[in-house]
């Protein structure tokens, strides 16, 4: 099968990275596999060099023109058997490509509870009958899209995302080599965080934590890049924690940075899945994260589980996750891993977008 991914961009993000990983693993089962990013920006890419990825050059409305030009190209070269567009901006630019010139198979998928403001809401709810198939990452996205009228019920699916289980894997060789890089002490604690610096990940909030925990000292790991770099910086040596914090950029071994922490926090205001989380919980490393989109759902009993923008119940649970015993913390990092395995791996999520595909015949 032909299956060519179109997404908004390929920055490091949940979405782009759970795009990766499918397609690699699409491209492993013997399918012919391409990518279009709609902007020239890349920070993450498949595996396989043999997966072309494919750029648009998009940069505002007067580019528009001549990135449907070079999308047509590309259809025409690749002859996919299904598009699968991914994020508002994909999505909206392939139901409309669809709608003018025409597409075999159509699949969209959304990645959050909150993907804009009425604006948006109103293109999706326009176009929501462009395409062959409509999915999004959690139940309580799809029940939000729904009651935002952004499509209507039985418009759209849940399909989970996928984690590769073999890549993200308990590992205590990288205590060592994380902790020597980042000259982090061997009895302090080592909490990480990954994602966009965006106001959606609220890494604010985190750094007021982190800055009121007493109990144990604590080194943090922001992972990851973007707008908010300089005013977290700043705010880091406003509460004078700045030599426990550390920004890495964009970083390709996180599966080792996740087996090295004692602990993931997951600070954001909103999410659709959650795939960090999942990605901790595969690589053995205990919790806390906020309770937005699709997180309950991967977390379940698991972990720690906080409301959104509380930060006293935020500091009492990372707390608590950092205060366990060891005998505790084994049990919890143990059904965390098995809960990924059994519903959240990249096997399980490779076949169902097999299904769905096949089925839009």
Not at 26 to 51: C, F, T, W, Y
Not at 72 to 100: C, E, M, Q, T
Not at 147 to 171: E, Q
């Amino acid at each position: 099968m032909n299956i060519l991914f179109v997404i908004s961009g390929l920055k490091m993000g949940g979405a782009e990275v759970q795009v990766c990983a499918l397609a690699s693993e699409l491209h492993k089962q013997g399918n012919k596999v391409a990518i279009v990013s709609m902007i020239d920006e890349i920070e993450v890419r498949p595996e396989s060099n043999d997966i072309q990825v494919i750029t648009l050059g998009l940069k505002g409305v007067a580019s528009i023109f001549n990135g449907v030009i070079r999308f047509r190209k590309v259809v025409k070269d690749f002859n996919p058997d299904v598009v699968h567009g991914h994020l508002f901006h994909a999505i909206i630019f392939s139901r409309l490509y669809k709608k003018v010139f025409s597409l075999r198979r159509l699949v969209c998928t959304a990645h959050n509870t909150y993907d804009g403001g009425f604006s948006r809401v109103a293109l999706y709810r326009v176009t929501d009958s462009f395409n062959d198939y409509f999915t999004n990452v959690s139940q309580e996205a799809v029940d939000s899209f729904i009651s935002n009228r952004a499509t209507k019920p039985g418009r759209i699916k849940l399909v989970y995302n996928g984690i590769d289980i073999k890549k993200f894997r308990p590992d205590i060789t990288f205590r060592h080599t994380v902790r020597s890089e980042f000259n982090i002490p061997d009895k302090a604690k080592l909490v990480l965080a990954v994602g966009r610096l965006h106001v959606q990940k609220n890494f604010t909030l985190l750094l007021d934590v982190i800055s009121s925990i007493k109990e144990h000292q604590i080194f943090l790991l922001i992972v990851g890049a973007g707008p908010l770099l300089a005013q977290l910086r700043e705010k880091a040596i406003e509460l004078d924690i700045e030599k426990n914090v550390i920004f890495t950029g964009v970083r390709s071994d996180v599966p080792h940075l996740m087996s090295a922490s004692d602990l993931f926090v997951l600070s954001s205001s909103w999410e659709g899945f959650g795939l960090v989380v999942a990605e901790a919980m595969a690589s053995g490393t205990l919790a806390v994260a906020t309770d937005c989109g699709g997180v309950k759902e991967v977390l379940g009993d698991c972990g720690y589980l906080v409301p959104p923008a509380d930060s006293c119940s935020l500091r009492d649970a990372i707390v608590q996750a950092l205060s366990i015993s060891e005998s505790e913390r084994t049990h919890l990092v143990n059904m965390g891993r098995k809960r990924v395995c059994n519903l959240f791996s990249i096997d399980k999520a490779v076949e169902t977008w097999l299904s769905i595909y096949n089925e839009c015949e």
